[in-house]
């Protein structure tokens, strides 16, 4: 399996940015799939997660109504559509992946996945 996400870049505040997490070797039908951010000096955060089987979502409070999460199951390709962005969004973002197993909102919490991806950074700054 592997995950590639792409579609970072630096933006000023308010700005909007659409991550892609191209999967390979993954079935999206039987996975958990989501986005997780690293910020400097803070702790992992799940920040928007979709079940693959029955497309049920969970977004962290930090990001509701901003960031949305969408599947394309004819290209194995989750996106993460960002707007209104803010200076503490900024941080690297990883996509990751897991057998379902559990809820998504459970999986998105905990960020135990099996499957991550090499991250792309996002910066908000004036």
């Known amino acids: 399996v592997q995950l590639q996400a792409s579609g970072g870049g630096l933006v000023q505040p308010g700005s909007s940015l659409r991550l892609s997490c191209a999967a390979s070797g993954l079935n999206l039908d039987t996975s958990l799939i989501g986005w997780f951010r690293r910020a400097p000096g803070k702790e992992r955060e799940g920040v928007s997660c979709?079940?693959?089987?029955?497309?049920?979502?969970y977004e962290a409070d930090s990001v509701q109504g901003r960031f949305t999460i969408a599947m394309e199951r004819g290209n194995n390709t989750v996106f993460l559509t960002m707007s209104n962005l803010k200076p503490e969004d900024t941080a690297v973002y990883f996509c990751a992946a897991k057998t379902i197993d559990t809820w998504v909102g459970v999986f998105c919490r905990l960020a135990e996945a099996t499957y991550w991806g090499q991250g792309t950074q996002v910066t908000v700054s004036s």
């Open positions: 979709i079940g693959g089987s029955d497309g049920k979502t």
